[in-house]
């Protein structure tokens, strides 16, 4: 059964940074296709960046967070890390870390194409 587990979420100043984790339990190897997705409140879930599961896995962002974010993926560790940078308080959203078995999708940062979920963490902006 997969499994997903974030941590690094909490409290930042605009102009501040943030570093998220994700770490992925019950999967055999390292070819699936994994994303961070964000929902702020009244808005839709939207996808920030994510990374597919081919080599070392190619990066795709949303235009909202290019720039600014950046993921990395450990296909040792089965970990996703994105690094948060020039936040403000747009950025303030519940973020969840997203898993499919596929390598690759035709969407990377289209949430419903995954399957599985963390439960979400909370990241707050101030300004």
């Known amino acids: 059964q997969v499994q997903l587990s974030e941590s690094g979420g909490g409290s930042v100043q605009a102009g501040g940074s943030r570093r998220l984790s994700c770490s992925v339990s019950?999967?055999?190897?390292?070819?699936?296709?994994m994303a961070w997705c964000r929902k702020a409140p009244g808005k839709e879930r939207a996808g920030g960046a994510a990374?597919?599961?081919?080599?070392?896995?190619?990066?795709y962002y949303a235009d909202s967070v290019k720039g600014r974010f950046t993921i990395s993926r450990d296909n040792v560790k089965h970990t996703l890390t994105m690094e948060m940078n020039s936040l403000t308080p747009e950025d303030s959203a519940l973020y969840y870390c997203?898993?499919?078995?596929?390598?690759?999708?035709?969407?990377?940062?289209?949430?419903?194409?995954?399957?599985?979920w963390g439960q979400g963490i909370q990241v707050t902006v101030s300004s």
């Open positions: 997203a898993q499919d078995s596929a390598y690759w999708l035709v969407d990377p940062l289209s949430g419903a194409l995954y399957r599985h």
């Open positions: 990374a597919d599961g081919v080599g070392a896995g190619r990066t």
């Open positions: 019950g999967v055999s190897d390292s070819r699936f296709s």
